[in-house]
């Protein structure tokens, strides 16, 4: 098994993870499965015939690292982008138990998903989700 | 240039088009709408392709090298007059 020691950063586990997000009136991220939310859309993760989600099959969408690396669209125009949704800042040593963060193998840098960690319900996994809600912290 | 590559320019200048149009801002619902159609094109591009995009923008948003004092003032001029309504400050 390969430690993070042996990694170069851009493969190492981020420290913390980005995300754009629609804001609830207390500050904090919106939860639900639609868009720019706290959550995963139908399109992120697939159930399969019993309401299961798999690790290791995607999840919601975080950027790993630095704020800098979000997409162009999402990207506060003050750190050069054109996004104008709140950008949300959670740190990994947040993620509750039942949730795992691993970077998207096809863009390791600038892209990475918080999955399930074990066989669950689509249900539970959102859940999960959504009890990080509170450990995001929007961005100034 | 694909198809994505083109739709994405194509949404994100009518964000910013809509931007100016409603004055500067939308709401958080109108953002959100752009921004979840836009991610959804942006990834659907190559790696390449995404780089362009950025590019595209950084020089866009360049600022021109330009002195921002001219070094010139303003004078008073003749209606009717051929001389020039700036003069190089001494």
């Known amino acids: ?57 995607g999840g919601m969408s975080v950027t790993p690292n630095d704020a800098r690396l979000l997409p162009l669209h999402l990207r506060p125009e003050r750190l050069g982008g054109k996004g104008r949704l709140p950008v949300f ?4 040593a947040d993620v509750v138990d039942a949730l795992v963060v691993r970077r998207d193998p096809r863009n390791v840098e600038k892209h990475a998903f918080i999955e399930p960690g074990a066989l669950m319900q689509l249900v539970a996994y959102q859940a999960a989700l959504a009890s990080t809600r509170t450990s995001w912290r929007r961005l100034p | 240039m694909t198809n994505a590559a083109r739709t994405y320019r194509e949404l994100l200048g009518e964000l910013l088009f809509e931007r100016e149009a409603a004055g500067g801002e939308l709401s958080e ?46 004078v008073e001029v003749e209606e009717g007059s051929h001389a020039a309504p700036r003069r190089w400050a001494a």
């Open chain 1, 89 to 92: 800042e959670l740190h990994v």
């Open chain 2, 29 to 74: 619902e109108q953002e959100s709408d752009y921004a979840e159609r836009l991610d959804d094109v942006w990834w659907q591009l190559s790696a390449e392709e995404r780089q362009a995009i950025e590019d595209e923008h950084q020089e866009t948003a360049a600022p021109i090298a330009a002195p921002g004092d001219l070094g010139a003032v303003d």
């Open chain 1, 1 to 57: 098994m390969t430690s993070d020691a042996t990694l170069t950063p851009v493969h190492a586990h981020p420290a913390s993870v980005f995300r754009a997000m629609r804001g609830h009136e207390d500050g904090q991220p919106l939860v639900g499965n639609g868009g720019n939310m706290l959550g995963a859309r139908p399109v992120d993760i697939e159930a399969n015939e019993n309401g299961d989600v798999k690790p290791r099959s």
